[in-house]
């Protein structure tokens, strides 16, 4: 059964800091991973989505990466703002289900103080 | 502005009630989705729909029901029977599984449902 870890669970860390979230993920027979990021109690954006195929995807200041080999990806942030401060969560689209399903880690909450 | 839309925002269930929550999406997405999060944990799928008029069960389908009788539309049921349905609920959209699957998942802002 897949199991979706992330840790970890809080950050915090100071404006203009990089910094790397961690997630990490049983089985490799994915079909794409994707990073969520929610405000508190608001739904979930997309952040970034890593086909099975890709090693990482980049947006504006995140870079995500994926190893499926070793069950990891991680979430770059590059000069960290206070509007950063979420949770952010990380899902591996199973590859039995061709991706429709998605399997949450548990988030993790950071907080960019200024 | 295309989007999902899922009402109402808060909701309060007695005891033996049934409640059904509303998902509704302009996306013209096929797939539609529905999550439980409970505090500091991840989300958890309940049910989901590939295309109209069908549907699965998720990893915590019991005490829940849902229809899916127009593509715009996807509501939950959550049933008396369901002992524990204080939390946040999700609904997503996504273009469709498959070879469509390569395509984020869209979420609404959730409703929230307590126990009166």
């Known amino acids: 059964k897949q199991e979706v870890t992330q840790i970890p669970a809080a950050l915090s860390v100071p404006e203009g800091e990089n910094l790397v979230l961690n997630c990490s993920f049983t089985?490799?027979?994915?079909?794409?991973l994707q990073w969520f990021r929610q405000d508190p109690g608001k739904g979930l954006t997309s952040l970034l989505l890593i086909q099975s195929s890709q090693r990482e995807q980049t947006s504006g200041r995140l870079n995500a990466s994926l190893d499926k080999s070793s069950g990891r990806s991680t979430l770059y942030i590059a000069a960290s703002q206070p509007g950063d401060s979420a949770t952010y969560l990380c899902?591996?689209?199973?590859?039995?289900?061709?991706?429709?399903?998605?399997?949450f880690g548990q988030g993790t909450e950071l907080s960019v103080k200024p | 502005d295309g989007g999902i839309t899922q009402s109402p925002k808060y909701l309060f269930r007695k005891e033996g009630q049934n409640v059904t929550l509303s998902c509704e999406q302009n996306l013209n997405h096929d797939a539609m989705y529905w999550y439980r999060q409970d505090p500091g944990q991840g989300l958890r799928l309940i049910y989901y729909s590939q295309i109209v008029n069908d549907f699965q069960k998720g990893d915590i389908a019991e005490g829940y029901s849902v229809s899916r009788e127009k593509k715009e539309s996807f509501p939950l049921t959550v049933t008396s029977a369901q002992k524990n349905p204080t939390a946040f609920y999700l609904c997503a959209s996504s273009i469709g599984t498959g070879r469509y699957s390569n395509q984020p998942q869209h979420f609404g802002d959730g409703t929230r449902l307590s126990i009166l």
């Open positions: 089985d490799s027979a994915i079909y794409n």
């Open positions: 899902a591996v689209g199973p590859i039995e289900n061709q991706g429709g399903k998605l399997i």
